[in-house]
Structure formats: C-alpha cells, structure tokens
C-alpha cells in the first residue's frame, strides 16, 4: 500500500510565512542598526538586541517552518524542543540588553541599584531553571512546575524593564512609553501560551500579537535611527 503523501494545510502555510517574514524582518533590522550606527553604541545595541531576538527564534521557528511544509517526525520534535529551550534563554538576554539600551536612550537617567538587581537575578535564576534537564524540552508533556516557574521569573525580569521605560516616559520626545505597553502585550500574549498550548491548542494564536509586540520594539529603534 503507497503511502500517502504529506500535505500542507493552509494554517500551517500562513504561519509558516509569518514566521518566515518575522526571522526576515529581525536580520535586516539588525544589518540597517549596524550599517548606520555608525560608533553610536545606542544603535550598535539595538543591532546586538535585534541579532539576540531573531538568532534565539529562529532555532524553534525553523524546525516549524520545516514541520509546515513536510510534516513533523521525531528529529523535528527533538529540534522544537532544543529551539524552544535555546530561544527562552535568549529572551532572558534579550531583556537585559533592552536595559542598557534604555540607558543608553536616556543617559541623564541611572538604572536604580534595586531595579538592575531585580532584572539580573531574576534573568539568572531563569536561564539556570531553562538549562534543567527536568524540563523536558523534547517531550510533549514538559514540566508544568518548572514552566510555571521560568515564567513567573521572568515576568519579573520584564516588569524591571518596563519600570525603567515607565521612569523615563516621554523623554526627550521620544514617546518610549510605547516600549511599557509593547512588553505588556508580550507577556500578556506569552504566558497563556506557555502555561496553557499543551492543553488548549488554540491559544497558541497569541504568538502572533506577541511577536508583533517584538516587531514592534525593535521598529522603534529603527524610528530612533532614523
């Protein structure tokens, strides 16, 4: 009996796209931050920040692209697993890189002691929870307890970002307040997804408005840039 074919199911080619333009946007983004930084540390970081966001991605958002266009095996499910636990680590980074830039958005202000302290080890403690082998990345079941407690780590570590853009405000007319609500819509978008996709697959839809909230970071640098 010939086994039949796979075919693509138009979710799937939607999101492969989208996915696909995403990792597009992320690399020349970062290509424009450092051809036009020119020494400004500012923008060489937003490069560096960008470059963080999309590289981590793109080792979970590659393997799903694949599984899109030829269907899903066990080295693909083993390659999501890895790309999901490499791309929590990198949003860690990703966060307290967007720190330094907010500080070096707004020299005149200094990150307080309590806040760079809360986004630091709040950004240790869950990249050492992300590298716990009891996560069991590759498996469909994970680790409820353990998810639940990265995640809650890093929430924190996003509100010590978002106090920072709530002090600065609008700022030298930046209108950075922008940055509070993109990382809200993140995390609101984020969690549900980490907590509950396993259970309720349709919630995973809200990783599109999530990664538009990134999009949408990193599209105020380029605003600063240009």
């Known amino acids: ?125 869950r990249i050492a929870v992300c590298l716990l082998p009891q996560n069991n990345w590759c498996t469909e079941d994970g680790n409820l307890k353990l998810s639940i407690i990265r995640n809650a780590v890093f929430a924190v570590t996003g509100i010590g970002v978002i106090i920072l853009y709530a002090i600065s405000g609008n700022a030298n007319g930046y209108h950075m307040t922008r940055m509070v609500a993109a990382i809200i819509i993140s995390f609101g978008c984020y969690l549900p997804v980490t907590l509950f996709s396993k259970t309720k697959p349709k919630v995973g839809l809200l990783m599109i408005p999530k990664t538009c909230a990134y999009m949408w970071i990193i599209a105020m640098g380029l605003q600063l840039l240009f």
């Open 1 to 125: 009996m010939r086994e039949e074919k796979y075919q693509p199911k138009m979710p799937d080619i939607m999101e492969a796209i989208f996915d696909a333009g995403y990792l597009i946007f992320d690399l020349v983004a970062a290509i424009l931050f450092f051809t036009y930084a020119k020494g400004n540390t500012l923008f060489i970081l937003y490069g560096i920040l960008t470059l963080t966001l999309g590289g981590g991605d793109a080792f979970h958002l590659v393997p799903r692209i694949i599984r899109a266009a030829r269907g899903t095996n066990d080295r693909i499910k083993k390659q999501l697993g890895i790309g999901l636990q490499i791309s929590s680590i990198t949003m860690t980074v990703f966060y307290i890189i967007l720190m330094y830039v907010w500080k070096d958005t707004f020299p005149d202000f200094n990150i307080p002691a309590a806040v760079k302290a809360m986004v630091w080890i709040s950004a240790i403690i």
